[in-house]
């Protein structure tokens, strides 16, 4: 058999190349700092995975992303808080004086996340188009809101974190072990939502992305799949705010503003929408983007807007799509193989 | 086997001031094929969207297989085994013929919060798929994305699709416009055998085909129902003469 | 709680809406005519103020000011429209959300550039800086009568070009049958232009009239965009009755709710904390208004073209 490579898996097999080995080379050339930038942008392509799910699949434009990645963060803030202080956790039964142990703290950031994704995404789904996307706006600003007024988590200021989870064996103040940390989860997760994307569940979400009134004419209960999509895309960026508050060590009100959200939107369309991988290219993109042009000025910003407009009016399948050659419904093709 | 399989009872709707069903009432008995005739805007299409639950009502009430149907969901309905198919051509655009009809055949077999194995390698999809494209015709374009496929082409899935899912009846707006002499001809005969085993009510504007497959005609003007008979009983009837066929060019 | 307070609330109320009404009233044209979810809506008020505000200070007139920042958001608008925003025209939601974003950031860095990052204050003009006594016993701030004057005639303008005149007609028709204005021979492009530049003056006038009241700075546009928006899916997009009717109306609760819930929550805390409390439910209100109006009429209050 010749070894036909697509250009599929080359692209495929350069990244995972990079993201592995990306430690290493940083440390040989003496610029460990990289180390941590990556991991930020590992942190956010796990939050715009998630919003492929329900953007790239199944065409829901949610606004309040941001919210869910904020809830995480504040779940894990919350818990490292008081168990700091010594203090107990208002509202919830017995005393419980908090944890900073990843075990507890990190399922339990999905577990509200989730739980927060099921309400907003049941009340939303009701509506569609743009009042759909208005009213995941408004949930992620009423949360936004609730957040600054709380003065006993920081309310505007945003809350430090004076310990990073406890993850045995793992020491999360090491760079290198967070990095692959979260490189692992990050990989896991992008296979999980594979799969999801690929079984009949999935099927159903592209349906109603191309089609909806004909697949509740087929007999599809779309509104119980999406919800479904809403809540695990919630949990994905729940994951990815336990780890951004462990990654800067605070949490603050603004994780939640629907311009992070934007944000999170920008680095999935950039990325490639509907492609499962694209996400993280985006997010890569978008934060190197940031990085490096902040470094030749302050004004970064007027060079990204209009690369942005551009973006979107031409290059249909994001920057994977132009990597890999496809637009994202033919790579799909190849890739449920 | 002769009892109706869907009754229409006094439907009403109006848009505005117009009402586009106005005290609709007719029956589709098991396994006929009763064909919808009348001049444009007499409602047929409103007609097809209560029965089918996109459109509710202002009054009146459907019974579809012994239940009442008035105002339940149309996913519900579908599962039920009424299905819809549409005249202005509604597929999956990005999806193959293949897994348009799979879909349709998913819809079928209980609920989809399966999470992990390959949906395009379930066999208990993808066979019965292939199956249903090879009574219409369409085995050879199985995976041709369905915007790639020849209008003609497409109404036959739409036609595939409906058929693959075992439904008790079919509601079949227009399922030949903008399709040429022989591809009519073509799905008429995929049409004919079905007379016997699936209820269908079709909404056609193409005499010939009506006249062709047709048990009974129903006649339907300014959203009610002239008559009902053979349709060489409604050929001969002077008044729908003048309401319809005279003004046919 | 007097009556007074009440009245002087109401005002406040109406005026905040009549400012949100000039927001409202040009995007959801725009929208219901050309379909366009325009997140750049924000910066044509931040033009607005910022132009206002700088000819001003310039040249001691406010009234040349404010026509000045007026003719600038117009123009800026129409340009960008001409330049960008035309090619969104019938591309899905999503594109048009992500293109007008990339708008606003740059925009937002050029204004920066322009003129620097510090805020901005504008002192209210002399012959609007009195009050009078509207309300028996309270004097009334003159500036905030002036906005809800202008406002209710821009409104009532803003009718009269609707229903009376030929571009109301076509604007009209143009959001029910486009291609028939078309096939009458009106170069429906141009049309779009024009209603472009309209909503964007209106923008420019909002933020022209806020300049003395807010500071002005980069930013202040996706505040008071997030609010226009609620307000358009509160009233109905595409229709101008629902925006003003939405407007009022969240001018309404929002005024009442930063005014008198933190005084209500003194009833459960003490003044300090019923104080941050009730400011930041006050900045919620409207937003569960608008989740149930939503959840109640799931596409606004009006129907689009509703006048």
Redesign the interface.
């Known amino acids: 058999m010749a070894l036909q490579f697509s250009r599929r898996t080359v692209v495929h097999a350069i990244g995972l190349a990079v993201m592995v080995t990306l430690p290493v080379v940083a440390d040989a050339a003496g610029n460990p700092f990289l180390t941590t930038v990556a991991s930020r942008v590992l942190i956010y392509a796990i939050a715009a995975v998630s919003l492929d799910i329900i953007?790239g699949f199944g065409a829901m434009?949610s606004?309040g992303h941001g919210a869910f990645f904020g809830i995480g963060a504040y779940v894990v803030g919350i818990l490292t808080h008081h168990a700091f202080n010594g203090s107990v956790v208002p509202f919830l039964p017995g005393e419980w004086m908090g944890t900073t142990s990843a075990i507890l703290q990190w399922p339990l950031a999905i577990l509200v996340s989730g739980f927060f994704a099921l309400i907003i995404g049941a009340?939303s789904l009701?509506?569609?188009?743009?009042?759909f996307?208005?009213?995941t706006?408004?949930?992620a600003?009423?949360l936004y809101?609730?957040m600054?007024?709380l003065?006993t988590y920081g309310?505007e200021d945003g809350l430090n974190l004076w310990e990073r989870s406890h993850l045995a064996p793992f020491d999360l103040y090491d760079e290198q072990q967070f990095y692959y940390l979260t490189l692992a989860l990050l990989l896991a997760f992008v296979a999980l939502t594979r799969?999801?994307v690929?079984?009949?569940?999935?099927?159903?979400l592209?349906?109603c992305k191309?089609?909806e009134?004909?697949?509740?004419?087929?007999?599809?209960?779309?509104y119980r799949?999406k919800l479904?999509a809403f809540v695990i895309a919630g949990m994905g960026a729940g994951l990815a705010g336990a780890l951004a508050a462990n990654h800067t060590e605070f949490v603050g009100p603004g994780m939640m503003h629907?311009?992070r959200s934007?944000e999170i939107?920008?680095m999935v369309?950039l990325g490639g929408m509907g492609t499962v991988v694209g996400p993280i290219l985006g997010a890569a993109t978008l934060l190197m983007m940031e990085e490096v042009l902040s470094q030749y000025t302050e004004?970064?910003?007027?060079i990204?807007?209009?690369?942005?407009?551009v973006v979107?009016?031409f290059l249909r399948g994001g920057i994977y799509g132009w990597l890999v050659g496809q637009t994202p419904?033919q790579d799909r093709e190849q890739g449920?193989d | 086997m002769t009892d109706p399989v869907l009754e229409v009872f006094e439907l009403t709707k109006s848009f505005g001031a117009v009402a586009a069903s106005d005290g609709l009432t007719f029956s589709v008995k098991r396994g006929e094929i009763h064909a919808l005739i009348g001049p444009n805007g007499a409602g047929k299409t409103t007609a097809i969207g209560q029965l089918s639950g996109e459109i509710q009502p202002d009054s009146g009430r459907v019974r579809f297989d012994g239940q009442d149907v008035t105002h339940m969901p149309t996913y519900r309905r579908a599962q039920l085994g009424l299905q819809r198919s549409y005249q202005i051509t509604s597929l999956f655009p990005e999806f193959t013929a293949e897994d348009n009809v799979a879909m349709a055949i998913q819809a079928q077999q209980g609920h989809s919060f399966q999470f992990w194995a390959r949906a395009k390698r379930d066999a208990s999809l993808r066979q019965p798929a292939r199956l249903a494209l090879g009574r219409v015709g369409l085995e050879d374009k199985a995976n041709i994305k369905v915007t790639e496929l020849a209008h003609g082409e497409q109404r036959q899935l739409e036609l595939a699709m409906v058929l693959a899912t075992g439904p008790t009846m079919l509601l079949l707006d227009e399922p030949m416009a903008g399709m040429g002499q022989s591809e009519s001809l073509a799905m008429m005969e995929i049409l004919r055998p079905l007379k016997g085993e699936v209820g269908i009510l079709l909404v056609e504007h193409d005499m010939d085909v009506v006249f062709a497959l047709a048990d009974v005609v129903s006649v339907l003007v300014k959203g009610t129902v002239l008559m009902t008979g053979t349709p060489e009983q409604v050929r001969a009837n002077a008044e729908v003469r003048k309401a319809y066929l005279g003004d046919e060019d | 709680m007097t009556l007074v307070l009440f009245l002087e609330q109401t005002l406040n109320g109406l005026q905040q809406g009549v400012m949100l009404f000039l927001m409202a009233a040009g995007l959801t044209l725009v929208f219901g005519i050309m379909h366009l979810i325009n997140l750049a809506h924000g910066s044509l008020y931040m033009v607005g103020a910022y132009v206002t505000a700088s000819v001003t200070m310039a040249s001691g007139n406010f009234a040349v000011g404010v026509v000045a920042g007026m003719a600038a958001a117009g123009v800026v608008g129409m340009a960008v429209e001409l330049l960008a925003l035309r090619r969104l025209y019938g591309r899905d939601h999503l594109d048009q959300v992500l293109a007008t974003f990339g708008v606003i950031l740059t925009f937002n860095e050029l204004t920066k550039i322009i003129w620097g990052a510090q805020a901005m204050f504008l002192s209210t003009p002399e012959w609007l800086s009195g009050t009078v006594e509207i309300i028996p016993g309270a004097p009334y701030p003159a500036y905030r009568l002036f906005i809800i004057a202008i406002g209710l005639t821009v409104g009532l303008g803003l009718r009269h070009l609707i229903v009376n005149t030929r571009l109301g007609m076509l604007i009209r028709a143009g959001a029910t049958t486009r291609e028939m204005v078309g096939a009458l021979g009106v170069d429906i492009d141009r049309l779009f232009t024009v209603v472009f530049g309209i909503g964007a003056m209106l923008a420019g006038l909002a933020g022209a009239m806020a300049g003395p009241m807010l500071a002005i700075e980069v930013g202040m546009g996706e505040k008071i965009l997030i609010l226009t928006f609620v307000v358009i899916i509160i009233g109905g997009i595409g229709s101008v009755r629902g925006a003003l009717v939405g407007a009022l109306l969240v001018g309404l609760v929002d005024t009442f709710g930063r005014a008198f819930l933190p005084l209500i929550m003194r009833a459960f805390f003490d003044p300090a904390t019923a104080d941050s409390v009730g400011a930041s439910m006050s900045s919620m209100t409207i937003y569960v208004l608008m989740a149930l109006v939503l959840i109640w009429r799931p596409r606004g209050l009006f129907q689009a073209y509703g006048g």
């Open positions: 953007l434009v606004f009340l009701r509506t569609q188009g743009v009042y996307i208005m009213i706006l408004a949930f600003q009423m809101y609730l600054i007024s003065p309310g799969r999801i690929n079984s009949r569940f999935g099927m159903v592209k349906g191309q089609n009134p004909r697949m509740k004419a087929l007999g599809f209960a779309t799949y479904t629907w311009t934007g939107m920008v369309i004004h970064w910003m007027v990204l807007g209009p690369f942005l407009v979107v009016l419904e449920d």
